[in-house]
């Protein structure tokens, strides 16, 4: 079971950089089309990781209206304002107040909750913590990280273990088993791996280890999205 799930980040949509509006359109012919050619190898879906979604809801609302995803990863990967948490220099940003910000940001796109499962929920750390080798005292944010799963619980949204922070310098899946564990405590039960590759030699590196982790915090089950509905796969 496969979701090709290709960046679209809302907020720069219209960067020279990126202009998302070409790649887009082509991935919503060509995924498609390796659906249909493969479908007697692999189940795959077409989705989408929906970067920023509130930074712009009127470009979120067209984007999603013009597309026929079967699955929509929801994740923020810098705040309203600020650049990517990759180009942050944390020694004149204080990690402790892009946290917050991240989390207070998180909560509302929870709240609005037009999409399928929550992204990376860590991924900040991939930065502050690998990259810059900073601590920073999670415990602060565990108020507002559990609103968070309550929320995403209430609104049928699942989160995934993105399996990215295993081939990097934090050594663990964004969210670790802590969170996971959490999420699962409090009442989750839709729950998604990815390996977030972005180039061939990184598809599907530390799934083994991601399901395991769903194993040892009890989840029995993996959701894999069609037409936007979950359908759950045992991996006991």
Known sequence: YYSLT??????????????????????????????????????????????????????????????????????????????????????????????????????????????????HLTYPLRYIVGESELYIDMSKYLPIIKEIFSTLIKNDIGIEINSSGLRQKIGLTLPDEYYVRLYKELGGKILTVGSDAHCTQDLGKGIPEAIELARNVGFTELAFFKKRNPTFISIK
């Not at 089309?33 to 990781?49: C, P, T």
């Not at 979120?60 to 942050?88: A, P, Q, V």
């Open 6 to 119: 290709d960046h679209l980040e809302i907020n720069k949509f219209y960067d020279e950089e990126y202009l998302y509006e070409e790649p887009v359109k082509r991935a919503s012919e060509i995924s498609p089309a390796l659906i249909k050619k493969y479908a007697d190898k692999i189940n795959m879906a077409y989705g989408v990781e929906l970067g920023q979604p509130l930074q712009n809801m009127e470009l979120t609302k067209r984007m999603l209206s013009s597309y026929d995803y079967d699955f929509i990863i929801g994740s923020l990967h810098m705040c309203n304002g600020w650049e990517d948490f990759y180009l942050l220099d944390y020694n004149e940003v204080h990690p402790e107040m892009i946290m917050k910000l991240y989390f207070e940001e998180m909560l509302e796109m929870a709240r609005w909750g037009e999409f399928d499962v929550l992204g």
